[in-house]
């Protein structure tokens, strides 16, 4: 296939063509339901989907620490530095651990190598073969997988963990042999290779250009293995359900347990590839929430794929161009850029694209980053715009982005009673696979096809659980997975994590009981002046304004808002306006005379999307009284930038002004005043996401894009002005 022609082939034909993953071609042959998903032209594109399998072993199992010595999985601490193996399949790394999970029971199996090693790894746990990961519970005796020669020499205290009597017995698996026979068909070694052997091999097939010369490099990386010993299985035990911990480590995602090394989107990497070769010049932005996200896909997925496919490392890899973690470059001239935002989008203004790919939506604020990212491909003839992730609750992007969506669910034709069926409740599971619903006979995942619910949509949905995997139907002990989490998963989670449904309502801090309390029998005028006992009797005045931020997908308005600090501690509202127009800079003027008649003593903005707002204003309320405040996640919770603004973490700003009405520690008027400022204040609800630092569980605060949190806002900046008036530039840390 020549590069000229590559652009008359669809996007799942290329990705089976010329991708490898882990080291063997990728192949959609159990995943049928993807060809439509890569194929679609679709403007818009959700992918909405449970969570993929994790790396657990038995908490007794040693891992191998850079110092040489072991520890069990169990002692294991999060930032603790432990032997990895690198995204080159060939070197050994030190890498911390980035995540683990609480103590849990699952099904296991025991392995046993030829020189006595020993692993208990749950079925899914993926151990490290020749040219790809494989599962263990799919290992077979007689397979060679990767031990470690020797561990400890990242700080200079070498010890030899894998002792060999006989040096002949340190030979290359069969594999190897499969390799030459690609490269030559005439050349097939008799007997098992030796390191020396391959080295003669490689020189050989280097000095003639008619060999493929693609895949003769693929076969020299192979003489770079020298950290790794090819130990050979000769015992494989299911053990039953055993206490174990699931454990990520930083950009490799791989450990070495009890001496043997092991591992854990593909989707988004095989799409921004194929298009970056289909369309000379394209553009893809890749965004996560954190920077650790992005390295670990940009890592463990992006570019392990690119250098695992020998068409493409051949055709489109220049190693002059600039490639890096978050910049990949091809000959055809296009850029895949990789960035983050969860609450901040600044970092991603300036850029240009054809296609924004946004990963992990669920825990990404959708009215602060998603309008921000949609901007980079204005001017694109694409503007291709897709969105991954999985789902939470109700109220979260994700569900938002769903309900706007084709919704297409994969149905299948039942054989029992010839209904249509998907896959939307636990009532689908059965004993050995997905059951019809209304007869309990088998269903046949591999035959279905995608039913649009909602037509006529500017996004295309589609929605994929773990259940429809035909993989997890075919192998009773991937299924019995799936039983074990029904078992054991609260109701909530198991929709979340294993079947790609969102569940419930977020968690509110504040009640509408609460709020109806601090309501009192007194009117805010239509207009200021104020009343001048109320002003009287507050120590400072302060303003804070939520501009709108435009648009059309979301409801916005600008809202302003003055508090009156009382004698006895407490924020008084003395005057609050709501703006229908969704345009700012109209609204200047009439905010700049509320708060000069209210004669606010500090006056602060938002600065995520009112930076002219807020220069508009400072010049009409001067600089000594206007201040911005720029929302993100910050490690100094309040702090002045020395330059414009203060920058102020986002979570820890909304906990304390929370833990304010918590406390009754604000005055409002009386209800019929506060209906529509309540409304927005009940629509923010608390969310757990797993971006911390770390990978440490973080929680965020978030609200349903179609509905308006502007007055909280109001509230929070003018409640910040006094903070900033008061000299108190403390906040309360939950995270």
């Not at 894998?162 to 030559?184: A, V």
């Not at 400072?618 to 993100?632: I, P, T």
């Not at 996401?689 to 973080?698: L, P």
Request: glycine content about 6%; proline content about 4%.
């Amino acid at each position: 296939m020549t590069t000229t022609c590559i652009g008359k082939y669809s996007r799942s034909h290329l990705a089976e063509r010329l991708l490898h993953l882990d080291g063997a071609p990728f192949s959609l042959k159990d995943y049928p339901f993807f060809y439509t998903i890569y194929n679609t032209d679709a403007q818009e594109t959700l992918l909405k989907t449970a969570r993929q399998v994790s790396k657990t072993c038995v908490e007794t199992t040693a891992c191998l620490l850079e110092s040489g010595d072991t520890k069990e999985i169990s002692k294991i601490q999060v930032g603790e530095r432990i032997v990895s193996l690198g995204v080159d399949g060939a070197t050994l790394l030190s890498a911390p651990v980035t995540w683990k999970s609480p103590r849990y029971q699952k099904p296991c199996v025991r392995i046993t190598t030829r020189l006595g090693l020993v692993l208990e790894a749950g079925l899914e746990h993926p151990i490290r073969c020749w040219d790809r990961w494989v599962p263990a519970g799919k290992l077979t005796i007689g397979t060679r997988i990767a031990s470690v020669r020797q561990g400890g020499r990242f700080t200079g205290t070498s010890r030899v963990l894998t002792q060999r009597s006989n040096d002949d017995c340190d030979t290359l698996p069969s594999e190897c042999h499969s390799s030459i026979h690609q490269i030559h068909e005439r050349h097939s070694p008799e007997y098992p290779l030796t390191y020396t052997k391959l080295a003669k091999y490689v020189e050989h097939f280097r000095g003639n250009e008619e060999y493929n010369q693609s895949l003769v490099e693929e076969l020299a990386l192979h003489l770079e293995r020298r950290d790794i010993y090819w130990d050979r299985v000769v015992s494989i035990e299911k053990i039953g359900k055993q206490w174990c911990y699931d454990i990520s480590v930083k950009d490799t995602e791989s450990f070495v347990a009890e001496g043997i090394v092991t591992h854990n989107s593909t989707y988004c990497a095989n799409l921004m590839i194929i298009d970056s070769i289909r369309i000379p010049h394209f553009k893809t932005l890749y965004l996560t929430p954190t920077k650790e996200q992005t390295s670990k896909f940009s890592n463990t997925r992006l570019t392990k794929t690119i250098h695992y496919s020998p068409h493409i490392r051949k055709n489109y890899i220049d190693t002059t161009l600039p490639n890096n973690v978050l910049l990949q470059v091809l000959k055809n001239g296009s850029l895949m850029v990789l960035s983050y935002a969860m609450d901040d989008p600044d970092r991603v203004r300036g850029n240009t694209s054809d296609r924004n790919l946004v990963d992990e939506v669920q825990d990404i604020h959708y009215e602060a980053v998603i309008p921000v990212v949609k901007e980079c491909a204005a001017v694109s003839k694409y503007a291709y715009m897709d969105y991954c992730g999985t789902p939470k609750s109700m109220e979260n992007t994700i569900e938002y982005l769903w309900g706007r969506s084709s919704r297409s669910e994969w149905v299948m034709k039942c054989e029992g009673c010839s209904s249509h069926q998907f896959i939307d409740s636990a009532r689908s599971i059965g004993k050995h696979g997905v059951i019809c619903i209304k007869c309990g006979k088998r269903l046949n995942v591999r035959e279905g096809f995608w039913y649009d619910f909602a037509k006529d949509t500017r996004i295309k949905g589609f929605h994929v659980s773990q259940p429809m995997l035909p993989v997890n139907n075919e192998y009773q002990e991937r299924w019995d997975r799936i039983l074990d989490k029904l078992e054991t998963y609260s109701e909530s989670k198991f929709k979340n994590e294993v079947l790609g449904v969102s569940d419930a309502i977020g968690t509110r801090f504040i009640s509408q009981d609460e709020l109806l309390a601090m309501c009192h029998d007194y009117c805010i005028p239509e207009s200021p002046p104020l009343d001048p006992e109320q002003v009287e009797e507050c120590r400072f005045v302060t303003g804070g304004v939520d501009w709108s931020g435009g648009g059309s997908e979301y409801v916005s308005r600008t809202v302003a808002w003055v508090f009156g600090y009382t004698g006895d501690g407490r924020y008084r509202t003395l005057y609050y306006k709501i703006f229908p127009s969704d345009n700012p800079i109209a609204n200047v003027e009439e905010v700049a005379k509320i708060f000069n008649a209210c004669r606010c003593d500090i006056v602060v903005g938002d600065a995520g999307e009112g930076a002219v707002a807020n220069s508009h204003l400072m010049r009409a309320l001067g600089a000594h009284r206007m201040f911005q405040v720029q929302y993100g996640s910050f490690l100094k919770l309040l702090k002045w930038n020395k330059k414009d603004r203060y920058l102020v973490d986002r979570t820890a700003a909304i906990d304390s002004f929370m833990l304010v009405l918590k406390h009754q520690g604000c005055i409002y008027p009386n209800e019929a005043q506060m209906r529509l400022p309540f409304l927005d204040m009940l629509a923010e609800y608390e969310e757990s996401t797993m971006t911390g630092q770390g990978g440490v569980s973080r929680k965020v605060w978030r609200h349903a894009p179609s509905t308006p949190d502007d007055c909280l806002h109001a509230q929070v900046f003018a409640w910040l002005a006094m903070k900033i008036a008061r000299q108190d530039l403390e906040l309360y840390d939950a995270n």
